[in-house]
């Protein structure tokens, strides 16, 4: 059961150009996205109301949508203009319109109802162009429930196993230590040190070993903010393990979302990058390509865990201490879903 | 739920050659047909009764059709006449066979009760080589409920979108203007004309704008014969919008057929071409191309528009005025499936 | 339903090597399966009892197997014996460990209670590198029932017709006698001499003709041991068509098994030879050639036919004196299923 009352990225900001229709499925339902003239982004129901054509399949025109199976045209406000031949249009020709924003670089579609559509609940992320950052943005589609992902996101224990060569390598601190977890008004903050942890070449200058900070705000459906600052050996200690004050070395930038399109298809939208001032764009590109070899792995490895837990869906899982963060979470998902008593049609 | 006492077309008669056995299904059941020596079709359920092996992988023994699996032979009026190593055949071992006509250059199959099959009910189409036309001939899977094409062919407005670069280019009197509807035995007459259209190049030595009259009966379960006749502009006129007596500058011949496979499967039959004293091979080729260009934009919007229905089934269609041939025909089709009370095994 | 307290082959021997772990489905149940640092193997449920990811997707460590996801370390009895950054391991951190066996140059597997696992009821397989015979050894994956296939190997009639062309090839006899059918413990011997044969080239030297005595064990799975022995024309008549008893001039060995995988996946493992000093090893690889060729024919005829069973499937098969073997096969089967009172967990 979906959670309709909350903002889910559709698409990367990039994605959706003038003139274009972009289809999109989320949490079951078909999205067909385009532009107005003055550039903000229309979102409407994929499904003409005459003989359920894809809009998607449609014609911009000016600010209009233009069904082109039998040429039905829609206003933005998805009330249907035009019936090529017909004069009386009925009230009822309408296409169901989504509340929708462009903030950071993403484009964010609010599912429920349009009256609760609360704009400024959309957590704040980072704009590809900022010129205070290098980011490098891509997506990957799962065949797998997107709570399995977040589930993944929210226990980087996985790091050490999983990711043991690109994103983990050398790091058994992920595994063996476990993070501080705060309860957040839609999802959890997640926050440690790892101490004395090998740096990487480009940062070999600070000496051999680093201690890293490592904070991301988790919020529903899956949105994950991540900032890691990189500190001398140390530092960890000297603030006795509570979040350091001092600036960092090095500050490192993952800006990620988790969205539902069907029970067993889900994509995830990430960015990767550092500001602009410690990295240059060629190391950018290499740190870049470590992230995607890595999400290729959990990609593998959930979309397996998926096929397993459909085979026996009664079968229970034994509950560790590494699971902390995700149960939290499926208890904030199960309040939302309790919350929303009546469906939206 | 289908329509079993109907003629459907199973094939053209080309694809069947002597000596093979062609694997079709049609309404669910699936068939083996081959030729007897005398070139007659014998058309069998695609099942031995043996060890439902397919007989589509038999082998063809005079005017007999063995079953490659364990020997089983059967003559052309279904009965078991050997089974290796057994002297004794029970009476039940025969296979199914379905009444079968050649008419024009189609291969139709009655799929219902063998004493209701009427063959004087089969529409007359155009033969392939017929030396009167020159045609050319091709067929198309859908993923669809064969219903959704017929829905295509019988409101032809949506040539003005959905085929506005190829079979309706500047033609949005396709949408605009209403046709007039006869109701036929198990069908629907359409008839139009279409005035001061822009005369494709071929055919500018008689103006540079036409009038054409387009008409074309539409049967069950999806033949669809259309004649459209080329004449100089202001005939329209002068026939009052009525039928056209005089013979026409030019007459292009649509012949084609929808058969379902299974509920969202269907194969869809088509020849394009005109009288041979108007066009030579090459422009048939020109104008097939067209047409089957055409075919596949329904195809994309038409297996789009299934896929939508299929994820809101109770979802209730937006009548226009554009929907009377669609409308009416799915009444007649609804009053064939009435008629059959019992199903036939 | 499954027959679950039963030996199913699960690999070849050669399929596992040190530090790999190998995926399997036996029975719809997901195995992973590795090696001991002493060589034996160990059969674990595919399936982390921690968040359920694939068991196979971890790494070997010494004779451990550890979970890749999270890094939960698992003994050769599926105890677990580590949980990252965990100090109390739960009694109930434990993954199913199924009885297995290396016999002949197969892996076999017990699907069911491990105290009813008996050792000595595995059937004598010949060892691939054994000396005294030339083999070449394969597989083949089925989507169909398994029991389908072992319908086809307890009625060699087909050889007539769906392999006229390989095995069978100028051998009417397959289809035309009836073989003698034994009852066995949990299967059937099947045996027949098939009289003056026409000899393949390289046995030409003993006759144009040669009389072959066609003798295999069938046991439950699907496990097929045929032996063909070949004796000069007359020879059958001599042992007034009982089992000779004098050497044969050649002899071929087939060992083969069919392993159900799921309800409509299906693993066919098959070696085909001679004794050593009857044959070289070019020779072998013709014969196994024509015999993999057969094996596709039958793959796909099995496979159409489990499509045509699976379209409706409460029809019932015409019996005839050809399925004698697979009916009473079938019975031994069900017999096996009732003594199943209770499903293995």
């Known amino acids: 059961m979906w959670v309709r009352n909350a903002w889910y990225v559709a698409a990367w900001s990039h994605e959706l150009e003038a003139g274009q229709v972009l289809a999109r499925t989320i949490v079951d339902q078909p999205l067909a996205l385009?532009?107005?003239?003055?550039?903000?982004?229309?979102?409407?129901e994929d499904r003409c109301c005459h003989r359920f054509?894809?809009?998607?399949?449609?014609?911009?025109?000016?600010?209009?949508?233009r069904c082109m199976y039998h040429g039905l045209k829609f206003a933005p406000d998805g009330r249907c203009i035009e019936i090529p031949g017909q004069p009386l249009i009925p009230q009822s020709a309408v296409v169901r319109r989504f509340p929708v924003v462009e903030s950071g670089s993403w484009i964010w579609v609010w599912m429920?109802?349009?009256?609760?559509?609360?704009?400024?609940?959309?957590?704040?992320?980072?704009?590809?162009?900022?010129?205070?950052?290098?980011?490098?943005?891509?997506?990957?589609?799962?065949?797998?429930?997107?709570?399995?992902?977040?589930?993944?996101?929210l226990d980087l224990s996985h790091l050490s196993f999983a990711h043991e060569k690109t994103l983990g390598l050398d790091m058994p601190q992920w595994a063996d230590e476990r993070p501080r977890i705060l309860p957040l008004e839609r999802g959890l903050r997640v926050q440690r040190w790892l101490r004395g942890q090998p740096a990487r070449s480009f940062m070999r200058r600070h000496g051999d070993s680093l201690d890293l900070w490592n904070t991301y705000d988790f919020l529903f459906p899956g949105v994950f903010l991540l900032r890691t600052s990189f500190y001398v050996a140390g530092t960890a200690e000297r603030c006795k393990l509570g979040p350091p004050s001092e600036p960092p070395l090095f500050l490192r930038v993952d800006d990620q979302a988790v969205t539902p399109m069907t029970a067993r298809t889900s994509r995830y939208f990430y960015a990767a990058g550092a500001r602009s001032g410690d990295i240059d764009t060629d190391r950018v590109a290499k740190l870049y390509g470590v992230t995607e070899a890595a999400f290729h792995e959990d990609k593998s490895i959930i979309e397996a865990q998926q096929k397993l837990i459909d085979l026996d869906p009664g079968r229970r899982m034994l509950p560790t201490s590494l699971d902390a963060g995700p149960t939290q979470f499926r208890r904030i998902v199960q309040r939302l879903i309790d919350s929303e008593s009546r469906p939206v049609a």
């Not at 385009?34 to 409407?44: I, L, N, Q």
């Not at 054509?53 to 949508?65: H, K, N, T």
């Not at 704040?124 to 010129?131: C, E, M, V, Y």
């Not at 589609?141 to 399995?148: F, N, Q, R, S």
Request: aromatic letters at 8%; charged letters at 30%; hydrophobic letters at 40%.
């Open 34 to 44: 385009y532009r107005k003239r003055d550039g903000a982004v229309v979102v409407f």
């Open 53 to 65: 054509a894809p809009l998607s399949m449609g014609r911009v025109e000016q600010d209009d949508l």
């Open 112 to 153: 429920g109802e349009s009256d609760k559509a609360d704009v400024a609940s959309i957590p704040s992320s980072t704009r590809l162009g900022d010129p205070a950052y290098h980011m490098k943005a891509g997506q990957l589609d799962y065949a797998a429930d997107y709570l399995l992902i977040d589930d993944n996101l």
